[in-house]
């Protein structure tokens, strides 16, 4: 199959994520939401359950109104509309972590605005490095996996695990490949995008096999020339109209550091005895995350380190409004850029968004400025 | 030009809890202030930081939140809050730490100073917006952060894996801390402190159980000042004092029949959230000229430390408003409006605080109906001057009123 085609596929699977839902369902199988940022799939996974993405989209908000007020993100608040007008129903469940204040909220709204689908929290540990907090993080997985029985009947063993692991990984690593190999591939930002939504809606191993097949031809097709080369970073990064502006003005994402696509492959389940322990020790291996505790700030040399490595011109910031980890974050985040000779673009971004005027112009300016 | 009367205000009873409680407050910061002169390393603390800790160690720690909520309470937080989004911080983000991230900026504030750290010691269970806010200024500032994760708690109760996870913290944090200060933890002396936090805990909710008379013997807007002790010191011997004094005073008022709700007290209502401090006087005012009074507010609840021994202390700081789930939340909420002869509530939906606002519509909806009474919510913000409109507030406040005095038959 040409790439053109694997292409088209991902844009089917990212863009009707109803229809994703139908087709599991009607193959006998139970589905089980996942909200941002973090989530133990593998356990899902490995419990015989699909695991779907729920980010939210680009719709109106009115049901969630009476639960949320309006500064919160329209992520969450999207969620919960879809939520609350049937969007999800056919889910067995939700697992919502609490790693920020406003997913806190959306689990507690959940209780009561979406009833029929059942609210399984997710309690990390922001200390996730020492023992203690790794037996936490076991403790979170625990609580998941009983409510998971609970709601669907599912078993949990240690073997499946151990066999879910492997596909996760593996997965992990073609996404990493394929990340590089649209560094300078001629591929265009939504192309790439769908690359990464579609991943939220589809088995893994069902996404492997796809994205392998791409990456080959993505490596033997021709590259992109004469594209002004970003690193992309924030929450989300999947608006249709705003992507389209970057590749009506040439620009290239050649690496991301969005939680919605590369954040969620760059970290590996080890190789140990013990699957469980093995989830708890990737969880404490995390890092270069706004949502996960970092007090170095590592994840600002981490964003210049790779905008080096990839040799970006620029960093584009897309900034969740109302996402006041990622805010908090813009300002190393900014000095780190100035300081490492990068120029950045900080465009604020919603799902809520009619008019993306403003943004064509910033990226029209940004791109003037080399 | 006619000459400018200045009205004498009678000097302060120094036996008086409110003389007392100012003292303490001011003493924190002035202490604070001595110690780093002396050379010995101090530290900005969150609200909830077990204060335990600090205190046994006899270390000098300062309080950011408090220290913003004073700066705008004295008109400085638009000033502030300018010089950090200047800086390219979103004025989304939580006004108290605008301010504080502009403190560490500029280290001056004529509304309230406070000598810069040496260390920074987190505590989440309010937000995980203090992770964020104290990881740029330990940064910034090139000095080590403390990091006490207490999660949200999605159950009712505590449990032992939490437990056990925020104890093996709080060793962490007290090791950390003897290394960093050189000073040395020992069960006596954390002993006197839980008892001192015990004894002032014990007299905080008991004085604030006084709102149960009718009318109450105190203005509630008293307990959003007093609370400062609460938060900042009550792991001393003083708070104990003081709040005793609070307590005795407000027993005398019921007896003599007087209150420092200084009008006719009409109607009763339960405040939630944190005050809008840029404009204490005028959402006070607006209460008060219609003769309403905040007879009760969550902080009565949130600041009664009791527990009796270590593990104890660790669930205890599981339990703080923020940090349970909406069940829990609405139940503490629903016994301080039966116990205090709520009428109303009156919701702050704070722009400041995404974690208290978030689930707040919901709660609000079943304290209301758990409680037969009526809810009113107003837009404001703790600390950015900005976010508040006295027309709406008014306009709330009026309809409340008016819902309950239908509900006294007074509008029949």
Same mark, same amino acid.
């Given at each position: 199959?040409?790439?053109?085609?694997?292409?088209?596929?991902?844009?089917?699977?990212?863009?009707?994520?109803?229809?994703?839902?139908?087709?599991?369902?009607?193959?006998?199988?139970?589905?089980?939401?996942?909200?941002?940022?973090?989530?133990?799939?593998?356990?899902?996974?490995? !419990?015989?359950?699909?695991?779907?993405?729920?980010?939210?989209?680009?719709?109106?908000? /009115?049901?969630?109104?009476?639960?949320?007020?309006?500064?919160?993100?329209?992520?969450?608040?999207?969620?919960?509309?879809?939520?609350?007008?049937?969007?999800?129903?056919?889910?067995?469940?939700?697992?919502?972590?609490?790693? +920020?204040?406003?997913?806190?909220?959306?689990?507690? /709204?959940?209780?009561?605005?979406?009833?029929?689908?059942?609210?399984?929290?997710?309690?990390?540990?922001?200390?996730?490095?020492?023992?203690?907090?790794?037996?936490?993080?076991?403790?979170?997985?625990?609580?998941?996996?009983?409510?998971?029985?609970?709601?669907?009947?599912?078993?949990?063993?240690?073997?499946?695990?151990?066999?879910?692991?492997?596909?996760?990984?593996?997965?992990?690593?073609?996404?990493?490949?394929?990340?590089?190999?649209?560094?300078?591939?001629?591929?265009?930002?939504?192309?790439?995008?769908?690359?990464?939504?579609?991943?939220?809606?589809?088995?893994?191993?069902?996404?492997?096999?796809?994205?392998?097949?791409?990456?080959?031809?993505?490596?033997?097709?021709?590259?992109?020339?004469?594209?002004?080369?970003?690193?992309?970073?924030?929450?989300?990064?999947?608006?249709?109209?705003?992507?389209?502006?970057?590749?009506?003005?040439?620009?290239?994402?050649?690496?991301?550091?969005?939680?919605?696509?590369?954040?969620?492959?760059?970290?590996?389940?080890?190789?140990?005895?013990?699957?469980?322990?093995?989830?708890?020790?990737?969880?404490?291996?995390?890092?270069?995350?706004?949502?996960?505790?970092?007090?170095?700030?590592?994840?600002?040399?981490?964003?210049?380190?790779?905008?080096?490595?990839?040799?970006?011109?620029?960093?584009?910031?897309?900034?969740?409004?109302?996402?006041?980890?990622?805010?908090?974050?813009?300002?190393?985040?900014?000095?780190?850029?100035?300081?490492?000779?990068?120029?950045?673009?900080?465009?604020?971004?919603?799902?809520?968004?009619?008019?993306?005027?403003?943004?064509?112009?910033?990226?029209?300016?940004?791109?003037? !400025?080399? | 030009?006619?000459?400018?009367?200045?009205?004498?205000?009678? $000097?302060?009873?120094?036996?008086?809890?409110?003389?007392?409680?100012?003292?303490?407050?001011?003493?924190?910061?002035?202490?604070?202030?001595?110690?780093?002169?002396?050379?010995?390393?101090?530290?900005?603390?969150?609200? /909830?930081?077990? =204060?335990?800790?600090?205190?046994?160690?006899?270390?000098?720690?300062?309080?950011?939140?408090?220290?913003?909520?004073?700066?705008?309470?004295?008109?400085?937080?638009?000033?502030?809050?300018?010089?950090?989004?200047?800086?390219?911080?979103?004025?989304?983000?939580?006004?108290?730490?605008?301010?504080?991230?502009?403190?560490?900026?500029?280290?001056?504030?004529?509304?309230?100073?406070?000598?810069?750290?040496?260390?920074?010691?987190?505590?989440?269970?309010?937000?995980? +917006?203090?992770?964020?806010?104290?990881?740029?200024? $330990?940064?910034?500032?090139?000095?080590?952060?403390?990091?006490?994760?207490?999660?949200?708690?999605?159950?009712?109760?505590?449990?032992?894996?939490?437990?056990?996870?925020?104890?093996?913290?709080?060793?962490?944090?007290?090791?950390?801390?003897?290394?960093?200060?050189?000073?040395?933890?020992?069960?006596?002396?954390?002993?006197?402190?839980?008892?001192?936090?015990?004894?002032?805990?014990?007299?905080?909710?008991?004085?604030?159980?006084?709102?149960?008379?009718?009318?109450?013997?105190?203005?509630?807007?008293?307990?959003?000042?007093?609370?400062?002790?609460?938060?900042?010191?009550?792991?001393?011997?003083?708070?104990?004092?003081?709040?005793?004094?609070?307590?005795?005073?407000?027993?005398?008022?019921?007896?003599?029949?007087?209150?420092?709700?200084?009008?006719? %007290?009409?109607?009763?209502?339960?405040? %939630?959230?944190?005050?809008?401090?840029?404009?204490?006087?005028?959402?006070?005012?607006?209460?008060?000229?219609?003769?309403?009074?905040?007879?009760?507010?969550?902080?009565?609840?949130?600041?009664?430390?009791?527990?009796?021994?270590?593990?104890?202390?660790?669930?205890?700081?599981?339990?703080?408003?923020?940090?349970?789930?909406?069940?829990?939340?609405?139940?503490?909420?629903?016994?301080?409006?039966?116990?205090?002869?709520?009428?109303?509530?009156? =919701?702050?939906?704070?722009?400041?605080?995404?974690?208290?606002?978030?689930?707040?519509?919901?709660?609000?909806?079943?304290?209301?109906?758990?409680?037969?009474?009526?809810?009113?919510?107003?837009?404001?913000?703790?600390?950015?001057?900005?976010?508040?409109?006295?027309?709406?507030?008014?306009?709330?406040?009026?309809?409340?009123?008016?819902?309950?005095?239908?509900?006294?038959?007074?509008? %029949?």
């Amino acid at each position: 199959m040409k790439g053109k085609e694997l292409l088209a596929q991902l844009h089917e699977a990212a863009s009707s994520p109803k229809k994703q839902l139908e087709k599991y369902l009607a193959q006998g199988k139970k589905v089980v939401a996942v909200a941002p940022v973090y989530t133990p799939n593998e356990i899902i996974h490995s !419990m015989g359950l699909v695991p779907m993405g729920v980010w939210g989209a680009d719709v109106e908000i /009115n049901e969630a109104k009476k639960y949320f007020p309006a500064f919160i993100c329209s992520i969450m608040q999207t969620a919960l509309e879809l939520g609350i007008k049937g969007e999800y129903d056919g889910v067995s469940a939700i697992v919502i972590p609490s790693l +920020c204040d406003s997913l806190k909220c959306l689990g507690q /709204n959940w209780k009561y605005a979406v009833k029929n689908i059942p609210f399984i929290p997710m309690t990390y540990p922001q200390n996730r490095k020492p023992d203690y907090g790794k037996k936490f993080t076991k403790a979170g997985y625990a609580r998941v996996i009983s409510d998971l029985t609970i709601a669907t009947g599912a078993q949990f063993s240690e073997f499946a695990l151990a066999e879910s692991i492997k596909v996760y990984n593996e997965h992990n690593a073609v996404m990493r490949e394929f990340a590089e190999i649209a560094a300078d591939a001629d591929i265009t930002a939504a192309a790439r995008n769908d690359v990464f939504k579609s991943a939220w809606f589809m088995l893994p191993e069902e996404h492997t096999a796809i994205v392998k097949k791409l990456n080959e031809a993505l490596k033997a097709g021709p590259k992109a020339k004469g594209k002004l080369r970003v690193l992309v970073t924030g929450i989300l990064a999947d608006s249709p109209s705003l992507l389209k502006i970057f590749d009506e003005n040439g620009v290239k994402v050649v690496f991301d550091d969005v939680a919605h696509e590369s954040r969620q492959y760059r970290t590996d389940v080890p190789d140990m005895e013990n699957p469980v322990d093995a989830m708890a020790q990737k969880f404490a291996d995390m890092g270069n995350c706004t949502l996960l505790y970092d007090p170095d700030k590592n994840r600002v040399d981490y964003i210049v380190e790779q905008a080096k490595a990839h040799k970006a011109d620029g960093v584009i910031v897309l900034m969740t409004k109302f996402c006041d980890p990622e805010e908090f974050d813009y300002v190393p985040i900014k000095r780190a850029c100035a300081a490492a000779g990068l120029k950045h673009l900080n465009i604020e971004v919603d799902r809520q968004m009619v008019n993306y005027q403003q943004a064509a112009t910033m990226v029209q300016a940004f791109k003037e !400025m080399f | 030009m006619a000459e400018e009367v200045k009205k004498s205000r009678p $000097a302060p009873d120094p036996n008086s809890a409110k003389f007392k409680l100012g003292q303490i407050a001011a003493k924190a910061y002035s202490d604070a202030m001595e110690a780093k002169k002396r050379g010995e390393k101090i530290g900005w603390c969150a609200s /909830n930081f077990p =204060v335990e800790i600090p205190a046994t160690l006899g270390l000098y720690v300062c309080y950011p939140e408090n220290q913003a909520a004073g700066i705008a309470a004295r008109g400085g937080g638009e000033r502030m809050c300018n010089v950090s989004e200047g800086d390219g911080y979103s004025n989304d983000i939580c006004a108290y730490a605008r301010i504080s991230l502009a403190y560490a900026k500029l280290k001056e504030a004529p509304e309230q100073d406070m000598p810069m750290p040496d260390f920074m010691l987190c505590c989440n269970n309010i937000c995980n +917006c203090m992770i964020k806010w104290y990881e740029n200024i $330990a940064k910034e500032l090139n000095i080590p952060m403390i990091m006490i994760d207490i999660p949200f708690n999605p159950d009712y109760e505590v449990s032992d894996a939490e437990t056990e996870y925020i104890k093996a913290q709080f060793w962490d944090a007290i090791h950390q801390l003897e290394e960093i200060t050189g000073k040395k933890w020992t069960d006596e002396q954390f002993k006197k402190v839980m008892e001192y936090s015990g004894r002032a805990s014990r007299a905080w909710i008991e004085a604030t159980s006084q709102a149960k008379y009718v009318p109450s013997p105190f203005n509630g807007f008293d307990l959003l000042n007093h609370m400062a002790v609460m938060v900042t010191a009550r792991g001393t011997a003083q708070a104990g004092d003081a709040m005793e004094t609070l307590l005795k005073e407000y027993i005398d008022n019921h007896e003599k029949g007087v209150s420092t709700f200084r009008a006719e %007290e009409k109607y009763r209502i339960m405040f %939630e959230g944190i005050a809008c401090w840029p404009w204490l006087r005028v959402t006070s005012t607006g209460l008060k000229s219609r003769g309403i009074n905040m007879v009760t507010t969550i902080y009565a609840d949130a600041f009664g430390f009791i527990y009796d021994d270590f593990d104890g202390m660790c669930r205890a700081y599981a339990n703080v408003p923020n940090c349970m789930n909406l069940e829990h939340s609405r139940d503490k909420r629903v016994k301080l409006c039966r116990e205090n002869h709520v009428e109303g509530l009156l =919701v702050h939906t704070n722009r400041s605080c995404k974690l208290w606002s978030g689930f707040m519509p919901e709660m609000s909806r079943q304290i209301g109906e758990a409680c037969g009474i009526p809810v009113t919510s107003f837009d404001g913000d703790q600390a950015d001057p900005r976010n508040f409109s006295e027309a709406q507030y008014d306009t709330r406040v009026q309809g409340l009123m008016e819902i309950m005095e239908a509900n006294k038959g007074g509008n %029949e």
